[in-house]
């Protein structure tokens, strides 16, 4: 999105949530945490506070409602806050307030907190931009301050809401506290918004047009539009929907022909509930509209706060047609007949809501044992309490302090532990049913120390040897998902939030695909997340990046970045991790039943974690043969990506955290992806010198070849496998000959960390190197001469000679050989020494015989230096044979020398 403003009904507000911000706030009438917590908080994952800001009746009736059909919501007010917004009418302002440290978003309109809300055509937002380098909006972001300080000050809000509010403001220094003149962005804190619209259109009204879903019984709100703007012309929109009385309709409009009826609906889906209100007056020259929350009723258009909903609103001019895009998306057709829309009062009204008496708890806080609880009047001194957790077990409570209108509760350490998990609290005062209260107390603890490590990953920097406890290594597991741009399903939920690839693209269970022709990646290119593989370096004052953390984890240079070598554990293991949709959405059976919370009680978290890094690893893998999708991902973050596995891969395999046979293939496609194979070259191959710079720079500064070397050596210790063991060792003798990996000494001493251990290490890549099948031997032997591995065979044997015994080793061609001559005859017997050599049989005297060819023989004596050749008649000796020896094993001689060379000398000292 350009920074600008926009105001359209085809907006979905989840796309409209990415980017770098420290704090959003979203106030609305109804909320829908389940939506919430399963759609949107994987879009603000990244970001540290979150405050949701709700109609107190709404949000309770729907905490109560979550509660009945078991979903807890223990996230509420631990990891986010759900505040009520409390209110004798309707709080019924939709405001979203995105900041950062030098920019903002900002998003007003009429959708609640909701699927229907947040991602249906149904709603009319407005979007304003800011950042230092366009800050021609800030009056806006200034207007939406002051609308929430206005909720603080008059305290509809708790005072832990309030205390966060002032953080918010304080990280985000750019956002001044004055109310600004002339925003666009309005209230009905002091004046109604009908007297603000009426200030705004002060020219002669030819016509308007309103539509809002909700009307007063009388329609008194329209009659008063007409008075006040008295408009040549109105046009009255409504759908089968609409909550109005059709006889007040038609009394207010009479039988003046210029006043008419519209039925509306969204273009293409007549079945979406149009939410969106708006009042749009045209002059002979120019245009104004009023949109936002406002319904067309008194509390909400006529009235004040004082006695009326709390309401935000957007008032905007402009030329004639400026305003034509909002009926883009809808089409509207006459009505003729009002009566036979069977237009309908709805029984409750968005601001008909009821005002609990009696002694209510309001709000409460836990901060360790202690569980203080506000009520709405001075508690008398001989109340008696009792307190439930969410699953209706009692709290066991040691004390109660009483001053005036707070209780504070001191729990038994179990209660308050199985509280400080989350959820709900319900009250009773002197055990009347009546007098019972429910609230989800604020864990400001947990809600501060998400503040406290914002713009970096509390695992991650622990990345360079992971974490000690499971526990903590489940959490770098999420906070991996959480950052990294794996596969084609990390890139639908940049591409397409709020949407799971179900909903257009399939998912796992059903076997389909995302189609790369669904993600649009220059939406993913935008994305912070994108755009943190960016290799430039970083601003002065400006944290690094959760790429960049990763990275400096691995090199073991998180010093580079300012960030102190993490601890073994973490006192602060009890935040609430989320936002985590690729590890537990659209999967397996088996992993659908961890997401239960009973099954996941029950698994250890050894076995949850190894299972978690077995699906993230198989989903890495199987995207880095999708060569569509690495394509399209690009080299630099594609090579990022398989850097960071060729490092975790090893150690995870190390811990047996993950299952080999899943490891071993993603570390064999990384390293194929990386440095290619002997039919194709590496990830460098064809890149612009720009790109392969920069690609270099990344594999250099991850010391990602002695990593491929750990890794190789780490997966010595599964040989259960041939054919995993066949491409390890193909893999072995391509980095030992490839120009662009360049294996030397110094890299094995660099893989092997401590040069005492460079000849080991160099040990262990000979094993890989030099393993052969028996089949491959006799196929090399036989390279030249065009017959089967079946054709040959070996027997080792000891011969008598020269007064002691030798080793014999004869390899026997059983077929005969067609046009034997001498010289294939010496071929056979220098690669029969190289074969013996490689299958371990050590042979001091190398035979080959051909059953097929009558009496034709060679052999060599290796402690005699002596050899010879017979083919029929003709005889040659040997002096000396000249064996064909691989090229990686040249290499690997060439290495141990240069080893043997550098190590320090072993003589005694004097």
Known sequence: MSAGRTESTSLVVPELLQGQWTTAIIS?????????????????????????????????????????????HRLANKAYVAAPIRHPHAAHAKVILLLGPTSGRLIAGSGNLSYDGYASPGELWHVYEYDDDQPEHLKQFTAARAFFDSLADRKHIDPPAIDLLQTAWGNSTWLPSEVPAQASLVNNFDRPLIAQLRDAASDPVLEMVVHAPFHDKDCAALDQLLTTFQPKRLRLLVTHATSAETTSIERILGADPSRTVELVDVVDEPSTYLHAKWVHLIHSKSETLLTGSANLSRSALLRTTAAGNIEAGIISAGARGAFDGIYAHVQRQPVTNLGSLGLSIHEVAPDDEAVIDGLVALWSRLDGNQLAVTF?????????????DDAGDELEVVSVTIDDNMATFVLAKRSADRLAEGGRVVVYVDGDADQRSVMWPYHLRDLRHRLKIAGQREQLPRVGTLPDQDAELYDLLRELDQ????DREAA????????????????????????????DWERVRRDPRYRAYNPRGRAPGTAPTDIQVILAAIARRLGDLGISSPDTGSDDDDLAHEGDVGLDANDEATDDELEDELTRHRLPVSTRTRMAFDRFVRRYGDALSDSGFVDDLGPVVAVTNAVIFNHILSRLLEREAVSPRYALAALLATWQFLWGTCEEGGVTKGLDTETL?????????????????RGLVSALGYEDAENVWTSLRNVTRYLLTDSEFALDAVLVSEAAGDPSMSLMVLDELTQLAEWYAERELFDFVLAGVG??????????????????????????????????????????????AVATYFAGNDGDYIRVRLDGNGKSVAYWDEAAGEGVVM???????????????????????????????AAPSQAEPA
């Open 28 to 72: 609305t009438f109804g909320a829908n945490l389940t939506f919430f917590e399963s759609r949107l908080m994987g879009q603000l994952a990244q970001v540290p506070l979150r405050i949701i800001l709700a109609d107190g009746q709404q949000l309770l009736r729907g905490l109560e409602e979550a509660a009945r059909t078991g979903q807890r």
């Open 376 to 388: 709405s009047a001075a508690v008398p001194l001989t109340s008696k309490f009792q307190l439930e």
């Open 483 to 486: 950052t990294l741009i794996i």
């Open 492 to 519: 639908w939920r940049i591409a397409s939030p709020g949407k799971t690839a179900d909903d257009g693209g399939g998912g796992s269970d059903s076997g389909d695909v995302v189609r790369l022709d669904e993600l």
């Open 693 to 709: 710079d920069v690609v270099r720079t990344i594999l250099k500064d991850s010391e990602s070849r002695a990593e491929t070397l």
């Open 787 to 832: 017959l089967p591995a079946s054709a040959a065979g070996w027997r080792v044997e000891s011969v008598r000679r020269a007064g002691r015994d030798y080793r014999s080793v004869t390899f026997i061609v059983h077929p005969p050989v067609e046009k034997l001559t001498v010289e294939l005859m010496r071929d056979l017997l220098q690669r029969a």
């Open 871 to 901: 083919v029929d008649d003709e005889v040659e000796e040997l002096d000396p044979i000249d064996p064909p020896w691989p090229v990686w094993s040249l290499r690997l001689d060439d290495v141990r020398s240069e080893l043997d060379a």
